[in-house]
């Protein structure tokens, strides 16, 4: 007999212990045996599911998962045996976008074959993904868990991203890849690379190349154009797209250690505060054609480098001040009784968003270019929305599609106290945002009209690396990016209309952060392991 998982059944139901839980999910009574090696197999010539088939064999032909509320659990008796899995896609086109159809069916009998049917390679994917999770293991043999099985699954939201800052401090491209491992497994499908910033510059540019060369933190610390190919056709194995930011004109310090020509408040000390919001201080100087030229020629460099159709333009933390007092802003100002700093500024962005759409990209930035400019963008920029939860309705009221990045929320960077190292005090966005913190936002809060929910087309954890590294980077990210990736593909709200609870998923997070650790993801514990072992043991009354 088949029945419907009830929300409160999954942690203590092998077969339901999948992160993200999906859309719909039914299941029987039944165990089926696996084979140590199942046969996977696809009817394509997609070299991306061949690709994700072999990966997916090898994962499942090594793990051995055990759910840790199942330690004491002897191997339950089988009724039948899994023969294979079939993949049938609608067709083979690779095109990976923010359009992208990621649905999937999954259906595992008592006995036979099971199948996973997608639209797109990409839906077979996180089917994928979800099949592997479903196969736990009891002494050292493995099976699925109340068979028969039928999911049926699509996410939520098309963006659901993880942004890292390899500026601040640098990660190897092997440390990129793993992370891009540990987003497949929890269905994130956007690695947003803020890759430089005022600190450095460790990316190849061949239209600048004195950049890489004078900013970056040294030869070892640098990514070739060679990198970022292999790290984007990695991504996209996996089906994350790979959006670059190069952030202008604000947190751009870097370009003026080789072209401090079309620089303003380069470095300024002490009193940095004065005019960036962290040292070194340096922003484009707008007033002066040629630093809106060499934006324009950034941008016309890198959007052939990074295949993605967003790019992302920045434009925080812009700081007045920077402009106020520079000399040759002040003196294009004399000269130009009808200009301000404000019009300059939003000549500047009018020039670096055409040069974006020359580049036949849609345009991202942050929330300041939206709210803190007089510059009115195109209406298909994608607006990230990070200073106020409420900046989310308030960007769609305005008919702007928003990626919601709450610092209030998705700031993963959060909680270490200041990095500045005479001032023993929190940092600005404190307390640590736990993954109960985490889970519990809602993206569609406070937005009641059908039309403006559907503008909130994202959701992305960030990691600014002022205190985050290569040794640091899975503890601060897993599991609490998994947090936020279920409740951006699955929702706030079960089948039944209920939102969902930290209590009521906590033994399937359990689960899951066991299993990432299995794969080789340093994802730091949610409790001790007797809470794990004991569902419900450790919730408050």
Same mark, same amino acid.
């Given at each position: ?29 039944? &165990?089926?045996?696996?084979? !140590? ?26 793990? &051995?998962? *055990? +759910? ?9 008796? =089988? ?11 609608? %067709?083979?086109?690779? =095109? ?8 999937? =069916? ?13 639209? @797109? ?25 109340? @068979? ?18 390899? !500026? ?89 250690? @080789? ?19 962290? +040292? ?59 200009? &301000? ?8 962005? *009018? ?43 308030? =960007? ?10 709450? $610092? ?5 960077? %959060? ?66 990016? $998994? ?57 408050? +009354?």
């Amino acid at each position: 007999m088949k029945i419907a998982v009830a929300l409160a059944g999954l942690a203590a139901m092998a077969a339901a212990a999948v992160w993200p839980v999906p859309a719909v999910f039914t299941t029987g009574n039944d &165990t089926t045996a696996v084979p !140590s090696g199942p046969m996977l197999a696809g009817n394509t010539t997609s070299a991306i599911l061949n690709d994700a088939l072999e990966r997916y064999r090898a994962i499942i032909s090594k793990e &051995t998962f *055990t +759910p840790p509320a199942d330690y004491k659990m002897q191997l339950p008796a =089988t009724a039948g045996k899994l023969s294979a899995l079939e993949v049938r896609l609608s %067709c083979d086109d690779e =095109t990976l976008s923010l359009g992208t159809d990621e649905s999937y =069916t999954l259906d595992i009998p008592v006995s036979g074959k099971a199948s996973i049917t997608a639209a @797109t390679v990409y839906g077979a994917l996180r089917g994928l993904e979800t099949f592997s999770q479903l196969i736990v293991a009891y002494s050292g043999s493995r099976v699925i868990r109340n @068979t028969p099985v039928h999911i049926e699954d699509r996410p939520a939201l098309a963006h659901r991203g993880l942004l890292l800052d390899t !500026s601040r401090n640098y990660y190897p491209v092997a440390d990129l890849k793993r992370t891009l491992d540990a987003m497949s497994y929890n269905k994130l499908n956007v690695f947003h690379w803020h890759i430089v910033d005022a600190q450095s510059w460790p990316v190849e540019s061949r239209a600048y190349p004195g950049l890489q060369k004078n900013s970056s933190y040294g030869a070892d610390m640098r990514y070739s154009y060679g990198d970022v190919q292999d790290v984007i056709s990695y991504a996209r194995a996996r089906g994350i797209r790979v959006i670059p930011e190069f952030d202008m004109p604000g947190h751009m310090f870097v370009v003026g250690e @080789t072209y401090p020509e079309i620089m303003s408040c380069m470095n300024k000390q002490p009193g940095w505060d004065k005019y960036a919001a962290e +040292p070194p201080s340096g922003q484009l100087n707008i007033a002066k054609p040629a630093a809106a030229d060499f934006a324009a020629g950034l941008i016309g460099e890198y959007t052939k480098l990074f295949t993605d159709e967003v790019f992302h333009l920045g434009g925080d933390e812009v700081n007045r001040n920077c402009w106020s007092e520079d000399p040759d802003v002040k003196a294009y100002l004399a000269a130009h009784s009808n200009a &301000t700093v404000e019009t300059l500024l939003a000549d500047f962005y *009018t020039k670096v968003h055409a040069a974006v759409g020359a580049g036949q990209r849609v345009g991202m930035s942050w929330e300041e270019t939206l709210f803190k400019s007089e510059y009115v963008p195109p209406k298909d920029t994608i607006i990230q929305t990070w200073i106020d939860e409420q900046s989310i309705p308030k =960007t769609v009221a305005r008919g702007y599609r928003s990626v919601a990045s709450p $610092a209030s929320a998705y700031y993963l960077d %959060c909680g270490h106290g200041a990095w500045l190292a005479n001032f023993d005090g929190n940092s600005w966005c404190d307390p640590y945002k736990s993954w109960m913190h985490v889970y519990n936002f809602d993206p569609w809060a406070n937005v009641t009209s059908s039309a403006q929910r559907e503008l909130i087309i994202g959701a992305e954890v960030a990691l600014w690396s002022e205190q985050a590294d290569p040794v640091s980077l899975d503890n601060y990210l897993w599991p609490r990016a $998994a947090a936020m990736a279920e409740t951006a593909w699955s929702g706030k709200k079960d089948a039944s209309g209920q939102v969902r609870t930290t209590a009521q998923v906590v033994q399937r997070l359990h689960d899951q952060r066991f299993r990432m650790v299995g794969r080789g993801i340093g994802a730091v514990p949610l409790q001790p392991l007797w809470c794990a072992r004991n569902p419900g043991g450790c919730l408050l +009354p």
